[in-house]
């Protein structure tokens, strides 16, 4: 147990489905983040929040769209994914980005959320 | 930006065994972790090591900032400590954590 909780565990959708993936995180840490991950592939940066606030977004398409509505959740809503688009999504947390080394901000992940998209 | 390399990329192993996974790191960093990623996708901090050595049980981790190199050592390998092995650093003035390619360690039983 990490502090950082996702649902759903696994989410299977078709393309033209709409779905939210949820985090929750009771660390009382102030940045939230998603992460992708595909087969092969290093951990992508997908959105970092810090203090409810989108601090960063890599060049994420659109049909990814997420959620802040509070410093403890994360939303992450999906609107006709592609089959590439097929992952393991990570959420996680930390106090904070761009602390610094005194802090020790280390970022907790929470158990990933398994995508499909049929 | 920075580039972090990971090796060796895979990892067999009885189980007993000792083994050292390695990261290099293009640029100095303020922020080195490492995760143990299991078969069921969870990340799980094993270390926060910018620098200097610390130890957990039958794992430990030493950091060479100036030499820009990280390496993490498990001694006597079990069956649970299978999965994948990230390093992820972040440089001074940046905002995210950049993640190595990983290392799979398979032990066998």
């Known amino acids: 147990e990490t502090g950082v909780t996702q649902t759903p565990r696994h989410l299977v959708m078709g393309m033209t489905n709409k779905k939210s993936l949820k985090c929750e995180q009771h660390?009382?840490?102030?940045?939230m983040y998603w992460y992708k991950q595909s087969a092969k592939k290093p951990l992508e940066l997908m959105f970092v929040?810090?203090?409810?606030?989108?601090?960063e977004n890599n060049s994420v398409p659109s049909r990814f769209s997420p959620e802040c509505p509070n410093s403890s959740h994360l939303f992450l809503h999906l609107h006709t994914l592609q089959p590439e688009d097929s992952a393991l999504y990570l959420c996680?947390?930390?106090?904070?980005?761009?602390?610094?080394?005194?802090?020790?901000?280390?970022?907790?992940f929470g158990e990933g959320s398994w995508l499909t998209v049929v | 930006g920075i580039q972090v390399e990971q090796s060796p990329p895979d990892l067999i192993l009885q189980e007993g065994a000792n083994s050292t996974l390695r990261c290099n790191f293009s640029?100095?960093?303020?922020?080195l972790q490492w995760f143990h990623q299991n078969p069921w996708g969870q990340l799980i901090n094993l270390f926060y090591i910018p620098s200097g050595t610390k130890q957990n049980g039958r794992l430990s981790a030493t950091t060479v900032a100036t030499e820009r190199y990280s390496l993490l050592y498990i001694s006597s390998s079990q069956t649970t400590d299978s999965g994948v092995y990230f390093c992820?650093?972040?440089?001074?003035?940046?905002?995210?954590?950049?993640f190595g390619q990983g290392t799979r360690l398979t032990i066998n039983p």
């Open positions: 660390l009382g840490h102030n940045a």
């Open positions: 929040y810090n203090f409810k606030e989108q601090t």
């Open positions: 996680a947390s930390s106090q904070g980005p761009g602390i610094d080394i005194s802090s020790g901000n280390t970022i907790y």
């Open positions: 992820a650093v972040k440089s001074q003035g940046a905002q995210k954590l950049v």
């Open positions: 640029d100095s960093v303020n922020n």
